[in-house]
């Protein structure tokens, strides 16, 4: 930033130096021109009233280096020239100078040699007797008078660049300092211009929000590390509750430890177990599928109540061991989704619907098609969910009661994958439940 405000100085200067001379130039050139032809016209008035007075003896004393004064007749012949040989002339009544004098006694004219680059001045006036004084002088051009000062003008040129230099660096190393003495830590601590105070104000707060993200992401980090700890305990538990069943039964069998009507039953409970963990760890699949993308699944126009509909017949073994039976409401709703998390939301729900109900009871799933959303709701009449609970039925894992939950065979995840699934498709959940009355859980899908 100093090198660019450096140059940026330095150009300032040249380009003022540089037009201030040619400015200065032309204006002085103007007003010297000016104040010449005046000289020039007093001269010529002077030098008719000599001639008038005295006649050719004027000239005969008369030493001008400056002026040519040439004398001429009615026809504009050459009477005498300062400069040059009268008789040698050519004739000069077609001269501007002269014209206007004949016409109105008195005359001006500039001619401009572009050969020697210089301009002439000329005033004539008219004398008593007819005939015409002219005086000429002769002016130096812009470019001449520069190239003739050209010594002192590199001069001037030289000194007002070491200044400009000199000055700028100094300049931008003062104007940058109190920049890079800026306190980024405490940006409203700064004194300096009062044109970097927005900036300040948004560094002050930008450093506030990026402390209260720190704080929230070591917050968040620390609550998904907790997270990862119960979620590798409560794993570890729910595999090894099974494997020491089936470890056990096994081993008994294998040493011929079990009688042979009791060959069954311990098959049965072998195989409980093992698709109680076959279950847990498809869940456990699931959901680490959801936590890391759904790159792979594609949206597409889903109708659910065609899934709610398949969702019970898939389940209706299973309620009917209780004596529990499903009511469908509601009409056809379709929305953009993806097929297979979906059936996961209704088969979960549906699934604890059954599973934590009371006998005879009963399972009620109602759609609700509105014009930008689709409601699903799935209630049942079962055990029902303490008011405590209620903000953390849907983590991993949790279970309210876990005797009856090992009774039912839960893994715990089913409401956790139903929460990731609904956060994929933006929808949003209610939890209604009272304790041994029953539960209502209404999803909200946007359309």
């Known amino acids: 930033m100093t090198r660019r405000i450096f140059r940026s100085i330095c150009t300032v200067a040249?380009?003022?130096?540089?037009?201030?001379?040619?400015?200065?130039?032309?204006?002085?050139?103007?007003?010297?021109?000016?104040?010449?032809?005046?000289?020039?016209?007093i001269q010529t008035n002077l030098v008719a009233q000599g001639v008038s007075a005295l006649g050719n003896e004027y000239f005969n004393e008369l030493t001008i280096d400056d002026?040519?004064?040439?004398?001429?007749?009615?026809?504009?012949?050459?009477?005498l020239d300062t400069k040059a040989q009268h008789t040698n002339m050519e004739n000069h009544i077609e001269r501007?100078?002269?014209?206007?004098?004949?016409?109105?006694?008195?005359?001006?004219?500039?001619?401009?040699?572009?050969?020697?680059?210089?301009?002439?001045?000329?005033?004539?006036?008219k004398l008593n007797d007819g005939t015409i004084i002219r005086v000429s002088a002769v002016q130096s051009t812009i470019p001449v008078i520069l190239a003739s000062e050209f010594k002192l003008i590199i001069i001037t040129f030289f000194i007002a660049f070491a200044l400009s230099m000199f000055l700028?660096?100094?300049?931008?190393?003062?104007?940058?300092?109190p920049l890079n003495e800026i306190n980024l830590d405490e940006p409203l601590s700064n004194e300096g211009y009062d044109e970097i105070l927005p900036l300040l104000n948004r560094l002050d707060i930008q450093k506030k929000q990026l402390s209260n993200q720190t704080a929230e992401l070591k917050q968040t980090r620390d609550e998904g590390e907790q997270m990862r700890r119960e979620f590798t305990a409560n794993v570890s538990h729910e595999l090894k509750?099974?494997?020491?069943?089936?470890?056990?039964?096994?081993?008994?069998?294998?040493?011929?430890?079990?009688?042979?009507?009791?060959?069954?039953?311990?098959?049965?409970?072998?195989?409980?177990?093992?698709?109680?963990?076959?279950?847990?760890?498809?869940?456990?699949?699931?959901?680490s599928h959801l936590d890391e993308n759904t790159g792979e699944m594609e949206f597409e126009t889903t109708d659910i109540f065609a899934i709610a509909s398949e969702t019970i017949n898939s389940l209706s073994k299973e309620a009917s061991l209780n004596n529990i039976r499903f009511i469908l409401k509601g009409e056809t709703s379709y929305i953009n989704g993806i097929p297979q998390l979906?059936?996961?939301?209704?088969?979960?729900?549906?699934?604890n619907a059954v599973k934590y109900n009371k006998p005879d009871g009963t399972v009620t799933i109602e759609i609700k098609d509105t014009e930008d959303s689709c409601i699903l709701s799935v209630a049942d009449t079962g055990i029902g969910i303490p008011s405590e609970h209620h903000?953390?039925?849907?983590?991993?894992f949790y279970r309210v009661d876990k005797s009856h939950s090992k009774e039912v065979g839960g893994t715990g995840l089913g409401l956790s994958i139903v929460k990731h699934s609904a956060r994929i498709h933006n929808a949003d959940i209610k939890l209604?439940?009272?304790?041994?009355?029953?539960?209502?859980?209404?999803?909200?899908?946007p359309k």
């Not at 002026?67 to 009477?79: H, L, P």
């Not at 020491?244 to 430890?257: F, R, T, V």
């Not at 059936?343 to 729900?349: H, Q, R, S, T």
């Not at 209604?432 to 899908?445: A, D, P, R, V």
């Open 14 to 41: 040249f380009v003022v130096f540089f037009t201030t001379l040619i400015l200065v130039s032309t204006i002085l050139y103007s007003h010297f021109s000016d104040t010449q032809q005046k000289q020039l016209k």
């Open 391 to 396: 903000n953390r039925v849907f983590e991993r």
């Open 241 to 287: 509750t099974p494997l020491h069943s089936i470890s056990g039964y096994a081993e008994l069998m294998k040493n011929g430890m079990v009688r042979q009507e009791d060959i069954i039953p311990f098959s049965d409970k072998i195989y409980s177990e093992a698709q109680r963990m076959i279950k847990l760890v498809i869940d456990i699949i699931n959901l």
């Open 96 to 125: 501007e100078e002269v014209q206007e004098a004949l016409s109105s006694g008195y005359g001006e004219a500039v001619r401009y040699s572009s050969t020697i680059m210089e301009r002439s001045l000329y005033t004539a006036q």
């Open 168 to 177: 700028a660096s100094r300049l931008s190393k003062k104007i940058v300092g």
């Open 432 to 445: 209604e439940s009272i304790e041994n009355k029953g539960t209502t859980i209404t999803i909200i899908f």
């Open 67 to 79: 002026i040519r004064i040439t004398w001429i007749d009615q026809n504009g012949d050459v009477m």
């Open 342 to 351: 979906l059936k996961g939301i209704v088969l979960n729900l549906c699934d």
